[in-house]
Each structure stands twice: as structure tokens, then as C-alpha cells.
């Protein structure tokens, strides 16, 4: 009620007609649209350099230290400021968002804790344990994100869509900036080194589309940053022998099917995935049987 007034979405007129109109839909769950990102100029400008700059140290091997032997981008503290100016809150770093995302957040939270620890004692490799992590935040704030919103920003404003923030860009630029951020994130020499055929290929270009998504659907980065931290240390300790040979492969589609089914969970939960009608009949009438008493005037 406002001044008195009741609105139109209490009306009971209105409540019954909807009824009416989707009494014989089918339903089905969609994304509302993507995260909700407030850009400016300023913000896609560091971002692009970000991307740039992590793109060329990574091939010319600049960094700004190692831990561990693990380098450490110079493109971090761009990526930083990226999340400052966008607000962490929307990036999923609130109360709200760890309530909605509680499943993963406490289970894949406390397998990253222990298989830090255990990589630190196992491989007696401490502080490369805490540069995996360090290197998996990195790549996901460069080309989960910033990369993202350059390269959506971009396509939006090239198709004439506002491009200030991505629930406003539509399904293209979404999906555009997802496939190039994915084959950039491959084209790192370490992603190249590792392929040997496009079937060796494929594997990187989905894991960056899979994360890439969840992150611009549901606007939280932090729960692929513990799935690609938990994928890196799986990658190492295959790398040292440390494991069977299929362990990393397993471990990567196991936390893959959980990103997703979780984001689902989440979105829901935080009003981003919603029912909506498959059809709507704008003819039919109320039915007397859910109208009752009431009449329409």
C-alpha cells in the first residue's frame, strides 16, 4: 500500500487474470539476464590493461615475485581496483551471496583448506601452496572478469546496446565475451604447453566458459576462484606424480558439476533464475473456480 492506494500486482483483478492467462503454460526456469556490474570508462580501461598486461608478462615471464616458484601477475593489483570500483558486494563477497551459495561455500570451501594444507606438508611446498591459490584468484579477477567486461562492454556498445552493466547488454554480448575471454585465458603458455591436439584443447576452453558463465550469471567470482585453486593443486600433484593419472580429470568435472548445480541453487535462491510461463493465453478469461466470490468491475 502507498497513500493508500493499493498496486496493481495486489489487485485481486489482476492476480485472477494471470491465473487465467497461464493456467495451461508449461513453465520453465530461466536467468533472469547476467550480473548486475555498474562499469565506466575508467573501469573498462584498467580492466583492458589488466587483461593486456597479464597477457604479456605471462608470455615474456615478468612478475612481480614468485611464491613458491608460482609467479605473481603483475595484472593483480589492476584486477584489484577493478573489484573495488565494481564493489565486492556484487561480486558475491556479502552475507547474502554466502548464504545463497552455503552448500559449496562450506564444502568446497573446507576440500580447499585441506588440500592446501596437505599439499603444503605432502609436497613440503608451503609457500607454493599459497601461490596456487594466489595464481587461481589472479586468473579468475583477470579473465572471469575484467577480461569479460571489456570484451562485452565492447560487442554491447558495437551493436548500439547500452553497455554500462551487464544485465543490460542481452544474450549476444554475454556470450561473445565469454567464448573470447575463454580463448584468451587458453592461449596462456602454460594452457599451450600443455596442448598437443584440439582434443587436448578443448578441455581449457571449456573449463573458462564453465567458470566464465557461472560468474557472469550469478556476478560471484569467489566460488570459481576455489574451484580453480582445488583444480591447480590436483594439476601440480598429477604433474609430481603425486596421484593417479586420472585424478585430475576426475577432480575437474567433479567440481565443474558442482559450480553449476550450486550457481543454479544460488541464482534461485537470489532471485536471478526464476519460473516464468513458456505460454500465455492473453484471451482467456478468469476462472469462476479461482475467482470465487470476486468480480471483476
Request: proline content about 6%.
Amino acid at each position: 500500500m502507498l497513500g493508500g492506494t493499493r498496486t496493481a500486482e495486489g489487485d485481486p483483478r489482476v492476480v485472477d487474470e494471470v491465473a487465467a492467462a497461464t493456467r495451461n503454460a508449461r513453465w520453465a526456469v530461466h536467468w533472469r539476464g547476467w550480473a548486475d556490474w555498474p562499469l565506466s570508462p575508467l573501469t573498462l580501461a584498467v580492466a583492458a590493461v589488466a587483461v593486456a598486461l597479464d597477457v604479456t608478462t605471462a608470455w615474456t615471464g615478468i612478475s612481480l615475485g614468485s611464491l613458491g616458484g608460482i609467479q605473481v601477475s603483475p595484472a593483480l593489483p589492476l584486477a584489484a581496483l577493478v573489484v573495488v570500483w565494481i564493489g565486492a558486494d556484487r561480486l558475491g563477497w556479502s552475507r547474502r551471496a554466502g548464504v545463497a551459495w552455503r552448500e559449496l561455500a562450506v564444502g568446497l570451501g573446507a576440500v580447499v583448506a585441506l588440500a592446501t594444507v596437505a599439499y603444503a606438508l605432502q609436497m613440503d611446498r608451503p609457500a607454493q601452496a599459497v601461490g596456487l591459490v594466489l595464481d587461481a584468484l589472479g586468473e579468475e579477477l583477470v579473465f572471469r572478469l575484467a577480461a569479460v567486461i571489456v570484451l562485452g562492454a565492447c560487442c554491447a556498445w558495437l551493436l548500439g546496446r547500452p553497455w554500462r552493466n551487464p544485465r543490460d547488454w542481452g544474450s549476444i554480448p554475454g556470450f561473445v565475451a565469454l567464448g573470447a575471454a575463454a580463448f584468451i585465458f587458453s592461449a596462456l603458455p602454460g594452457h599451450v604447453a600443455q596442448m598437443t591436439s584440439p582434443a587436448t584443447t578443448l578441455p581449457f576452453v571449456s573449463f573458462g566458459l564453465v567458470l566464465g558463465y557461472t560468474v557472469l550469471r550469478t556476478g560471484a567470482v569467489w566460488p570459481a576462484v576455489l574451484v580453480h585453486a582445488l583444480v591447480n593443486f590436483t594439476t601440480i600433484a598429477a604433474w609430481q606424480g603425486a596421484g593417479p593419472s586420472g585424478l585430475r580429470l576426475a577432480v575437474t568435472a567433479a567440481v565443474l558439476l558442482a559450480l553449476v548445480g550450486a550457481a543454479d541453487l544460488a541464482g534461485r535462491r537470489l532471485g536471478l533464475r526464476v519460473r516464468v510461463p513458456t505460454l500465455i493465453d492473453l484471451h482467456a478469461g478468469p476462472d469462476p473456480e479461482l475467482v470465487g466470490d470476486r468480480r471483476l468491475r
